[in-house]
């Protein structure tokens, strides 16, 4: 069976606050984990809320990569949804750095599943 996605999901824990917080930071190694994956990136926009929190999406030619960080919490949410061949391995391996987390989940799906009867 082919599918037309794969979409990863990762919960970073135990996240050093101030990286979170930090915009340039995160946009930096968002954009740092894009290229390690091997995508191509289109463009970029990040927001720094107030009084904390970082969110924003690399948009690639594969689909995109996203995050929320909540540095209160020492938690980031990231999700990689890729259409096309991409190393989300070594993506996620930029951000726990980058983040500076003590542990990592991710959630691995297929979407859009060809080959099933609709």
Do not use: Q
Not at 23 to 36: D, H, P, W, Y
Not at 49 to 63: K, L, N, Q, R, T
Not at 96 to 118: C, I
């Amino acid at each position: 069976m082919t599918a037309l996605g794969h979409h990863l999901l990762a919960e970073f824990t135990g996240c050093d606050a101030a990286s979170l917080a930090d915009l340039k930071g995160v946009t930096s190694a968002m954009l740092e984990a894009a290229r390690a994956s091997g995508a191509t990136i289109v463009t970029h926009s990040f927001h720094h809320f107030s009084p904390h929190g970082v969110s924003g999406a690399v948009i690639i030619a594969e689909s995109h990569l996203a995050v929320h960080t909540w540095p209160e919490h020492g938690f980031a949410a990231v999700d990689y949804f890729s259409c096309g061949f991409v190393d989300t391995g070594a993506a996620m391996a930029v951000l726990r750095v980058a983040f500076g987390a003590t542990a990592m989940e991710t959630l691995n799906l297929t979407r859009g599943p060809l080959g099933h009867p609709g």
